[in-house]
């Protein structure tokens, strides 16, 4: 992969995780309400945004690793 396509698969996964707060906060407010299976959806919704969350530290860590990898190949990696 490449440091490029890792960048688009992080910002993809940020917004993935936007979406998936967006429905846990739906679902509380459905939960608050009182609305009939509302607490199974926000459960449902909470599990989806840890996976989604989980999804985002994998694509970040293989956008440092590919950046990583490329710096080091130029000559351009730095310790600081």
């Not at 490029?4 to 679902?27: F, I, P, S, T, Y």
């Not at 299976?37 to 293989?62: I, M, P, Y």
């Amino acid at each position: 992969a490449t440091v490029r396509g890792n960048r688009l698969a992080v910002a993809a996964k940020a917004a993935e995780v936007r979406n998936h707060e967006a429905r846990v906060a739906e679902a509380e407010k459905r939960v608050a309400a009182g609305v009939a299976g509302a607490q199974a959806e926000l459960t449902v919704a909470r599990l989806d945004l840890f996976k989604a969350r989980g999804d985002l530290l994998q694509a970040v860590t293989d956008y440092l690793t590919s950046d990583a990898k490329l710096r080091q190949a130029t000559g351009t990696l730095v310790r600081e």
